[in-house]
């Protein structure tokens, strides 16, 4: 097994049997482990756990890297997406607009928040929100007498969603648009980052996401100063400045000793970006003529959380690299629509069988930055010689 050590492997509790994923977590501890150690140290020298200064610290440098006015960390990506529709006030029979094609916590946040989630279908190449799909299900929302009042585009893999198309449709039906960016972080689109493509936008810093810490955390970011003042009341259980219960809120607040490690991190996300960059163009060109390789909408560029293929010999090749100790990952077996805890939501009219045609082909190969060509290549070796032989039959 050339691509992992132990060391290297964080066990996904977002995968259902907890599999483990390289994400090169021993790379980078070389690279700028000292100064992690350090400054762990440092917020158990000062002993401010809860909303230490780290906190805020971060809170300015994540908005200032993304050209956000307002950055509110949070306890996940889970609640960052619940505290967003918390600050709107969603609830009740309105209906929140989600890809079928996504993480479970994208709808669940809908969900809990008392909403209805209204499943869209999402692109066949881009795997992101189908624009006609998602006016489509607005109009059926209506029909039902549900109140539209929001869409969360996902950026699925770590490319932004098309958020000109997407937009256009929000603000013609007053829809509130949020920006899923778990996978995302550092992403672009048309020169502009990741944090201001939507009027929210939620991130995660959940191990395993492009820019991670070393357990659960999140991020929103917003241009408007009054609901940012309103998310960081409601990620303390709904006090005002006097510690008085003003309103109904949660317990979600981002570790101080996890935001002092994101701030190392940060140092080094822009050079983490453009190697997970050139991984996946490398990829690319051992792999285009075999399978369908990812495809970016014009002016975007992806974090590359996942290097995702599509073959209708996904099972085959998933195997062979079994086999050859390369890890693999289904992401997403099953779209919501089909999954028991969301069977019974409205879907788009139109039907949602890009979803379900992409959860039969898809295939998530290692990713990360400290990935080498040789490890790369192996794994493209792998692939072509399980699918050289299909393909002449
Ligand atoms: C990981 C993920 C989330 C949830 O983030 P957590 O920090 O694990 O709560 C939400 N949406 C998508 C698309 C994700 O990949």
């Not at 669940?108 to 992101?128: H, Q, Y």
């Not at 624009?131 to 549900?146: F, H, N, T, Y």
């Not at 005002?240 to 080094?268: E, H, M």
Request: with cysteine; hydrophobic share 40%; net charge neutral.
């Amino acid at each position: 097994m050339i691509l992992l050590s132990v060391r290297e492997v964080v066990v996904d509790s977002n995968e259902k049997r907890g599999a483990a994923v390289p994400i090169g977590l021993a790379a980078q501890r070389q690279r700028i482990g000292e100064r992690i150690d350090e400054a762990i140290t440092a917020v158990l020298n000062h002993g401010k756990f809860i909303l230490g200064p780290e906190v805020a610290e971060l809170e300015s440098q994540l908005a200032l890297f993304c050209g956000a006015k307002h950055c509110i960390t949070c306890a996940s990506g889970t609640d960052a997406l619940q505290l967003i529709l918390m600050a709107e006030g969603v609830s009740g029979r309105d209906s929140v607009f989600v890809p079928a094609f996504t993480f479970v916590a994208t709808a669940e946040a809908v969900v809990l928040s008392g909403a209805i989630p209204v499943f869209v279908d999402v692109l066949p190449n881009t795997m992101n929100v189908d624009p006609s799909s998602l006016e489509s299900a607005i109009w059926e929302a209506k029909r039902r007498e549900l109140n539209p009042r929001a869409v969360i585009a996902v950026d699925l893999f770590g490319q932004p969603a098309d958020y000109a198309s997407i937009s256009e449709i929000a603000k013609s039906h007053h829809l509130t648009l949020i920006a899923d960016a778990a996978q995302s972080f550092g992403a672009s689109l048309k020169g502009q980052r990741v944090g201001k493509l939507a009027t929210y936008t939620a991130t995660s810093f959940y191990p395993t996401k492009p820019f991670g810490c070393f357990g659960d955390g999140g991020a929103i970011f917003t241009e408007d100063e009054a609901k940012a003042k309103l998310l960081r009341c409601l990620r303390v259980h709904g006090l005002d400045d006097r510690l008085q219960s003003v309103r109904l809120g949660v317990n979600s607040r981002l570790d101080t000793i996890q935001a002092a490690i994101l701030i190392q991190k940060l140092t080094i996300l822009p050079r983490e970006l453009s190697s997970r960059q050139a991984n996946a163009t490398y990829y690319d060109e051992q792999l285009r003529d075999v399978v369908q390789i990812p495809s970016l909408i014009p002016g975007a560029s992806s974090a590359w959380a996942q290097y995702t293929i599509l073959s209708k010999d996904r099972d085959v090749i998933a195997h062979a690299c079994r086999d050859s100790g390369i890890p693999t990952a289904i992401h997403y077996r099953v779209p919501l629509h089909l999954q028991a805890a969301y069977r019974q939501y409205p879907t788009s009219p139109g039907g949602l069988s890009n979803s379900e045609w992409l959860s039969q082909r898809v295939l998530s190969l290692p990713m990360h930055a400290y990935l080498t060509q040789e490890s790369i290549q192996q794994v493209t070796s792998t692939i072509r010689a399980t699918i050289g032989p299909l393909k002449a039959n």
